[in-house]
């Protein structure tokens, strides 16, 4: 691990859609968010729809009747990747805060090991939205031979004290929940109440302001829906906030989510070397595109800019793509109409 | 009270400034945001410096030389007003959730009541920033006859969703702090634990990402100022937050901020009519200053602007000021030098 300590017999889950070349030369691999799995999209071993539907798959930007596209489940996840809920082999129990101190570089690492397990050698791009382009920005700075071309979306050359604040206020929710316990929640019975704040908060954070006052304005719930208790929700949006909670909360193990979140506060490029520019001088991609939209206020576009500007020289073609989406930060989720030709056109070059 | 029930033996603490005139008619009434008290400035009988200590005083912008300025504690507050932590005559034990619903209409009726028992039946203007821009806004349509001006800085003439959502959020995190007992925490030991972080919640929205990228980076705090736990405070950023956390809690009582977060989100001009336009309408102020920041997202620039928009008509005469402060919602409080002029401006001709 890159800040010290060892992890023995580290699983890494990923999925993946279509099948290597001949050359095997044909390989693109997923980074993603905080949250999500490595089920980017459906499949015929599994058919739910994944995080990213509309863009991976046959005929889709991301196609896999072209590309052999692995997603990765992130180091120190909880959906089938080693993380704080898995079992330490030299305990039996949990890892829990045993674990050591997770960087993005490190699930970088993950993501390089599958593909040398895989068989691949080379990929023709890297690709990550959110804490996902922060992984694919380190894994083409730390492994620079590999991959060709890079996609980086909504995310960041380093965690601004903004952003910083806000992750730091989401773990505060979940330590101070008692049921957190130091870590050492049994599990299936940890910091409901803690995580559904922070759940909260992200969701705050993913959207916008001006896509909530089109969407909602100042709509009030019907009586029915009311609890009565003091304070209860009264307007949609807290309705939506609650909805969006209740989904998260029990799919997701809390001390994973405080070390992932960790990590991102702990990126910074200029680790590389000790400048922006001289950890930006070790990316290896040449065909690279940068996504940012501008109703993002967690992961600025501002900061996509930078990261544009800071990789255009060395010979490198580089694209900066401005999005309008309202959506905030989540757009790449949900804002398909902006963001599916914009990764198709990268993808019909590299 | 406006949404039904009645308040007995009501206080409203107050303090002022300066002397009425003999025609008593130099007043100017002063609202204030969520959290302060009365003590706006330092005054002979409080030395100590009031929250707007460089705006009101003998030659000031707002100069108590000219004007009898009247700063009042919001109803609902726990600085003198009664409040959910006063006592219920009924009972002997605070009001807690008995308290009726409070509405911002109901802060400026305490503030109308101070008037008249101030023996004073007209102002130059009423003035007031964030809550208190709403109170003094409901206070010029509730009571058009009463006050010639009006100064309303960065608040809106209602709350929009995404604001709800952050101040709902913050209520919820007090809430399901255990100490809160559903309101029925003995006095001083309350949930603090809730209370903190929806006071850090709080400096997040308002202040700006811009500012702390500036301020603070990615600063890290010095090792000797590590605790050492896990996930323990690492950037000056946490550092930062936790000091303003720490001062606030313990200070304000929390089912107080719980009645005045929620007037806020309750507060509409459209209830004066039925729509923005009558609503606005109502204003009895025909000169007024309507002031935004533009790092604002709590209260968006857009907000006042729209409000500016709204007043300019019936032979009113609407400045509007637009500020490149970069602090946030809370500029008026800390970037004096944008402000004083501006709000010197506006009382040279009220």
Request: glycine content about 10%.
């Amino acid at each position: 691990m890159r800040r010290g300590s060892v992890l023995e017999g580290v699983s890494i889950a990923y999925e993946t859609w279509g099948e290597p070349n001949e050359a095997r030369d044909n390989g693109v691999m997923l980074f993603t968010g905080l949250s999500p799995s490595a089920h980017a999209a459906s499949s015929p071993q599994d058919q739910s729809p994944g995080w990213w539907e509309e863009m991976v798959g046959p005929g889709r930007p991301i196609d896999s009747n072209r590309f052999y596209v692995i997603c990765i489940n992130s180091l120190g996840s909880c959906f089938g990747s080693t993380g704080p809920a898995s079992t330490n082999p030299k305990t039996g129990e949990p890892y829990r805060l045993d674990f050591p101190i997770l960087t993005i570089e490190d699930i970088a690492h993950g993501g390089y090991e599958t593909l040398k397990a895989l068989g691949l050698e080379s990929l023709r791009a890297v690709a990550g939205s959110s804490m996902g382009g922060m992984t694919a920005l380190a894994f083409t700075m730390v492994y620079p031979q590999v991959s060709s071309g890079l996609l980086d979306i909504s995310a960041a050359a380093r965690a601004r004290p903004f952003a910083i604040a806000l992750r730091s206020l989401q773990r505060e929710m979940i330590r101070k929940d008692s049921k957190w316990q130091e870590g050492n929640y049994p599990p299936g019975d940890g910091p409901i109440a803690g995580m559904r704040l922070a759940r909260k908060l992200g969701m705050i954070t993913y959207r916008s302001a001006e896509e909530w006052l089109h969407r909602f304005g100042r709509e009030r719930i019907p009586e029915e829906r009311r609890s009565g208790d003091a304070f209860c929700i009264d307007f949609e949006i807290e309705s939506y906030l609650e909805a969006h909670a209740n989904k998260f909360i029990g799919q997701f193990d809390a001390n994973c989510y405080l070390y992932l979140s960790r990590a991102m506060d702990l990126f910074d490029v200029a680790d590389h070397g000790g400048s922006l520019a001289s950890g930006l001088d070790k990316v290896g991609a040449k065909k690279i595109l940068v996504v940012g939209v501008e109703s993002d206020f967690l992961f600025p576009v501002a900061q996509q800019q930078e990261l544009a500007q800071g990789l255009d020289r060395n010979g490198r073609s580089v694209q900066f793509a401005r999005l309008g989406s309202i959506q905030g930060h989540d757009s790449f989720l949900v804002d398909m109409d902006s963001f599916r030709p914009v990764v198709a056109d990268f993808f019909n070059t590299v």
